[in-house]
Nanobody, 127 residues
Framework: QVQLVESGGGLVQAGGSLRLSCAAS????????MGWFRQAPGKEREFVAA????????YYADSVKGRFTISRDNAKNTMYLQMSSLEPADAAVYYC????????????????????WGQGTQVTVSS
């Protein structure tokens, strides 16, 4: 059974930083594209960032480019999202997701492309 468990969310002041983690089990983590998504109240879940299976290639939403960094440690079956210069607009529940399939070389930003999801971790940014 595939499990993705996020942690690291919390309350931070605008301009501050947080590091989210996603611990994976039950599938071949090192062969899967992994991604971070977020969902604010009343809004659709949106793509934040993705990382290739080997961790050498990344892709970001324009809204977080230059402020967020996605990474992974395949030896620990864990993915990370380092968030800096946080803004109130970044407040949301953050979800990690796995495509669960061999990478084709293309990053997908649609939630339907990801098979496995974590339960989410809340990020609150105070102004």
């Amino acid at each position: 059974q595939v499990q993705l468990v996020e942690s690291g969310g919390g309350l931070v002041q605008a301009g501050g930083s947080l590091r989210l983690s996603c611990a994976a089990s039950g599938h071949t983590f090192s062969q899967s594209v992994m991604g971070w998504f977020r969902q604010a109240p009343g809004k659709e879940r949106e793509f934040v960032a993705a990382v290739s299976p080997g961790g050498t290639m990344t892709y970001y939403a324009d809204s977080v480019k230059g402020r967020f960094t996605i990474s992974r440690d395949n030896a620990k079956n864990t993915m990370y999202l380092q968030m800096s210069s946080l803004e109130p607009a970044d407040a949301a529940v953050y979800y990690c997701a796995s495509k669960g399939a061999r990478w084709t070389g293309i990053f997908h930003t649609d939630t339907r492309a990801y098979v496995y999801w974590g339960q989410g971790t809340q990020v609150t940014v105070s102004s």
